[in-house]
């Protein structure tokens, strides 16, 4: 009998010794997930979109006014859509009015120069702090 309780005690501790492997494998594999979401829904802060806004023309300029420009659109896109600033209440908090011939420059420029001078902000999403420059910078009440 001593040997069966012996050979169902070692059965025990290696399938404890197992599933502890499998849960540390699991647990690491949750992590990383974790990880990359979190990478993903953050995916530049002011900070970042300040250094391609401020490189040279000729390199990574073109991040910075296609991440602008892509928030604006999106913006216009979905007041076309549904008839009012909804998304941008909605989901940033932010509401801008821009007029029908702006030019990219228009709209690019007053972004920068609020990163520039709002360096504490700088930590929070970039498309955060698009719409509070825009916001400050075209007022729809004007």
Not at 30 to 38: A, M, P, R
Not at 81 to 90: F, H, R, S, T
Not at 132 to 141: G, I, R, V
Request: hydrophobic share 40%.
């Amino acid at each position: 009998m001593a040997g069966k309780d012996q050979s169902a005690k070692y059965i025990f501790v290696n399938t404890l010794k197992n599933a502890t492997k499998i849960l540390k494998i699991f647990i690491i594999m949750i992590t990383l997930v974790v990880g990359i979401i979190e990478a993903k829904a953050g995916f530049s802060t002011g900070e970042k979109l300040l250094k391609f806004c401020t490189a040279d023309k000729n390199g990574p300029q073109g991040v910075c006014s296609g991440y602008i420009i892509g928030v604006v659109d999106s913006h216009q896109t979905d007041k076309v859509i549904k008839g009012k600033d909804e998304y941008l209440n909605k989901h940033l908090g932010y509401r801008w009015c821009l007029h029908k011939k702006i030019t990219q420059g228009e709209v690019m420029d007053p972004v920068i120069a609020w990163l520039k001078v709002n360096p504490k902000k700088r930590h929070f999403t970039a498309t955060s702090l698009i719409g509070k420059a825009l916001q400050e910078s075209f007022n729809c009440d004007d």
